[in-house]
């Protein structure tokens, strides 16, 4: 080792952007390093969005008053933000928390939100890139209708984000092991895409299923969006759908502030 | 030397104490006490090494200290403020390498080494880090490829990352080799020189004879025993021991000697007062006429006291930590 007696200079302070930058830049290089991540982040939603296709064959859409592509896409949309965001984020969380990372983050400048936002930023930048590409390439090719009232599709997004953010971390804490990840987020991911209208819309539904599916997690964020996109939604409508997803996205929260684990049990 | 020199930026005050716990505790959700009212004060630019046993409380007491978790009672302040409440003020301007921490195992030493400094205020540039703790030949190798020494150098690099005014390193060297250790131990007197205020954890006595200050003893909690490494010995009663000569039975030893202890020809004297005697026994063996095999005279060291301490328990007052 070189013996430094380098004096304390003035120093420039970190940023909450630079600190989040730096997170989210390792985070990244993590995400590409690792094949599994990258798998599920960039072939599922499309595989899935295929399936949903193939279902809805099977289903039948009358009374819903969607066609078919536009059952799928608005489904897509909702699909690659539980993949990418929640189905990814669980395992990052695990991992960093048993490598000793998020520990050793802690003892750093970054604040606690700062630490879990950082990690999840490339997956959040994913999700929207993926949103983006399936609006666009379903308008262009598809046949689908531009966004009706986008500024419902873009909250309807956001709040997706923040919701299965905040679900991705408090399923963490339910998580010991990596492998068990596969385990943990099957509930989520399988309630919601069958409940809240990924792959069937819940206007095929009974009317009593759809009233008690519309209050699952993933529910008011697949409504708003697809409201958004494809308008015709009511009002009231959409204030329940809204209201539902802010209701799960602040319990999430909370719940990740309370129980959030940040080293692994002894 | 004056340390303000090396930290032109910051107003120091004049009289206090870089880290202070006052009766500091801590009990986990379980219900157990790991600190139980833990007192001591560390001056500016000091170096305190903080010992004991496995389970001692160490760690506890400086994951209190670094801020990671709320006291359950009692007071802490570091540079001032409390590091748990005023995170935001005191990070910053602190060091931490804790006992075991992490980093990505997939990210390269340099790739690591920069997202690090994204999080520190005025970090040093990577290069420079590196050679402080000879890593620079490593920067391109995957964290999972170091060996247990080198991520050790590695947590150290970045604990240093900001010239922090204070740092807190918990167990520095474990699973070093002679030579890591030895250049860690330099790294520590250079930072010290500099003005540095060290709070180290160890297993290693000759660690903290060498580099500590001060020194405090933990057991079951508390703090049994504290000052420099000097007073903390010199509380110890040094010892004698040599083989009675066959045919001198051990009732003829002159009567100050009579605290020894016999175990066959063995004897073994305990004493405070080392000098006098030993100038005792050898004026003794010279007007009998006897020869002292195996002679062997010494004060207390840091591991006699620290063995001691940790087989009694006993609590000492504590000399002014």
Not at chain 2, 47 to 74: C, I, Q, R, Y
Request: hydrophobic share 45%; glycine share 10%.
């Amino acid at each position: 080792m070189a013996a430094t007696a380098t004096p304390h200079r003035p120093r420039t302070g970190t940023t909450a952007a630079g600190r989040l930058g730096a997170l989210a830049r390792a985070e990244l290089v993590l995400l590409v390093r690792n094949r599994t991540a990258l798998f599920v982040t960039l072939l599922m939603p499309l595989l899935m969005i295929g399936s949903i296709r193939a279902g809805l064959d099977q289903v039948g859409l009358e009374g819903t008053g969607l066609t078919l592509v536009e059952a799928a896409m608005t489904g897509g949309l909702g699909m690659a933000l539980v993949i990418v965001v929640y189905l990814n984020l669980v395992p990052a969380y695990v991992t960093r928390r048993e490598e000793l990372v998020l520990k050793r983050l802690r003892t750093g400048e970054a604040s606690d939100a700062e630490i879990l936002t950082g990690t999840a930023l490339p997956s959040v930048a994913l999700a929207l890139v993926q949103c983006v590409i399936m609006v666009v390439a379903a308008v262009a090719f598809l046949g689908v209708r531009a966004p009706q009232r986008p500024e419902l599709l873009v909250a309807g997004v956001l709040a997706g984000i923040v919701l299965l953010g905040a679900l991705a971390a408090f399923t963490a804490t339910l998580t010991r092991t990596v492998e068990s990840a596969q385990l943990t987020t099957m509930p989520l991911f399988l309630v919601s895409a069958l409940g809240s209208g990924l792959f069937v819309p819940l206007e095929a539904f009974p009317e009593k299923v759809g009233a008690v599916c519309a209050l699952l997690p993933v529910t008011g964020v697949v409504t708003l969006v697809r409201g958004g996109w494809l308008g015709g939604a009511d009002a009231g409508e959409l204030v329940r759908a809204g209201a539902t997803a802010l209701v799960w996205a602040a319990v999430a929260v909370f719940a990740v502030r309370r129980r959030f684990r940040w080293e692994p049990r002894h | 030397m004056t340390s303000d020199h090396h930290h032109p930026d910051r107003v120091r005050p004049v009289h206090g104490h870089a880290i202070e716990a006052e009766d500091l505790r801590r009990r986990y959700s379980e219900g157990f006490e790991a600190v139980s009212g833990v007192t001591f004060a560390v001056p500016y630019g000091e170096v305190l090494a903080l010992l004991g046993t496995n389970g001692a409380g160490k760690t506890s007491t400086v994951e209190l200290l670094e801020g990671l978790a709320p006291a359950s009672g009692g007071r802490v302040r570091v540079l001032g403020h409390d590091p748990y409440r005023e995170r935001a003020a005191v990070r910053p301007r602190i060091g931490v390498m804790l006992q075991e921490g992490g980093f990505p195992s997939d990210l390269t030493v340099t790739e690591t080494v920069r997202m690090w400094a994204g999080c520190t205020s005025g970090a040093r540039p990577t290069g420079e880090a590196l050679d402080m703790v000879g890593l620079a030949g490593r920067a391109r190798v995957r964290v999972k490829q170091l060996s247990g020494g080198e991520r050790r150098r590695l947590d150290l690099a970045l604990a240093l990352l900001g010239r922090p005014e204070v740092l807190f390193l918990d167990e520095p060297t474990t699973g070093l080799d002679a030579e890591g250790r030895r250049d860690t131990w330099n790294l520590v007197r250079d930072l010290r020189d500099t003005g540095t205020t060290v709070l180290l954890t160890t297993h290693y006595l000759e660690e903290a004879e060498a580099l500590a200050d001060q020194l405090a003893i933990m057991h079951g909690g508390r703090i049994v025993a504290s000052g420099t490494p000097a007073e903390v010995t010199a509380s110890r009663p040094a010892r004698i021991r040599f083989e009675l000569p066959a045919g001198v039975p051990a009732a003829r030893l002159p009567l100050t000697l009579r605290a020894a202890q016999h175990d066959g020809r063995r004897v073994e004297i305990r004493t405070h007062d080392l000098q006098s005697a030993l100038a005792g026994l050898l004026r003794w063996a010279d007007e009998e006429g006897v020869r002292l095999e195996g002679l062997d005279a010494r004060s207390a060291s840091l591991e006699e006291a620290f063995l001691e301490i940790a087989r009694s328990g006993a609590a000492t007052e504590p000399a002014g930590v």
